[in-house]
């Protein structure tokens, strides 16, 4: 079957960095989403990779390494606005998005 | 970046009424979009894909006769919940594509979402 693994909540401290990981076991691959989700809203679109490597945008980058299966995102200089779900989601071959059940970060002052 | 909108933000009805949500792209033509439900603390739930001017495809264990999409235009899908119950009760989120959008073709714009409350 198809499985995406992410933790289910994380605390960090404002002004810190956090990394949060996602693990994927999918048929097929075209490519790994993140979104942000504030209680109550709608997910906004923070990333998108489908090749190796760090994708930078601004304090948020997002890691992919498809031969392990594993997606980062990395959140620098955290503020208090970045508390939110964090959703990780991957495009199957059937260009099907496969949704994690999202990370709930909680950032203290 | 791509802008979905959704109407209404917030719908409360009666047991057995009938809503109807509206999913628009603002600034660019959709083929396919989305429509999600979400429940309290849970993640998005994939109901259906809706393909403009073709039927659209539900997930397994959604009924197609309940949960009524239709892609009239490019910019327009439309959720009609019929004969809703308390149970329907949720967040429902449209999406759609941008296949304009380059290498990120393949994203997913949401819409702010439909929070539906039966009676």
């Known amino acids: 079957g198809q499985n995406i693994d992410q933790p289910t909540e994380m605390t960090a401290t404002e002004g810190a960095i956090v990394q949060i990981n996602c693990t994927y076991q999918?048929?097929?691959?075209?490519?790994l989403f993140w979104y942000q989700q504030h209680a109550g809203e709608a997910p906004t679109f923070l990333s998108y990779n489908v090749l190796d490597g760090l994708e930078e945008k601004g304090r948020f980058s997002s890691f992919l390494s498809r031969s392990k299966g594993y997606s980062y995102l990395l959140l620098k200089e955290l503020q208090m606005k970045d508390s939110a779900s964090y959703l990780c989601?991957?495009?199957?071959?059937?260009?099907?998005?496969?949704w994690g059940a999202g990370t709930k970060l909680i950032i203290k002052p | 970046g791509a802008v979905v909108s959704q109407h209404p933000s917030w719908v409360i009805c009666k047991s057995g009424t009938s809503v109807k949500i509206e999913c628009r792209s603002l600034?660019?033509?959709?083929?396919?979009m989305f429509w999600y439900r979400q429940f309290p603390k849970q993640s998005l739930m994939l109901m259906a894909t809706s393909n403009e001017g073709s039927k659209a495809t539900y997930e397994q264990g959604v009924e197609k006769d309940k949960f009524l999409i239709n892609h009239a235009s490019l910019t327009l899908s439309t959720l009609t919940v019929t004969s809703a119950h308390p149970e329907d009760s949720s967040f429902y989120i449209c999406s759609a594509r941008d296949p304009t959008s380059g290498g990120e073709q393949e994203t997913q714009y949401f819409g702010p979402g439909t929070r539906l409350l039966v009676l």
């Open positions: 999918t048929s097929g691959f075209n490519g």
């Open positions: 600034d660019f033509q959709a083929t396919t």
């Open positions: 989601a991957v495009m199957d071959s059937n260009y099907q998005l496969i």
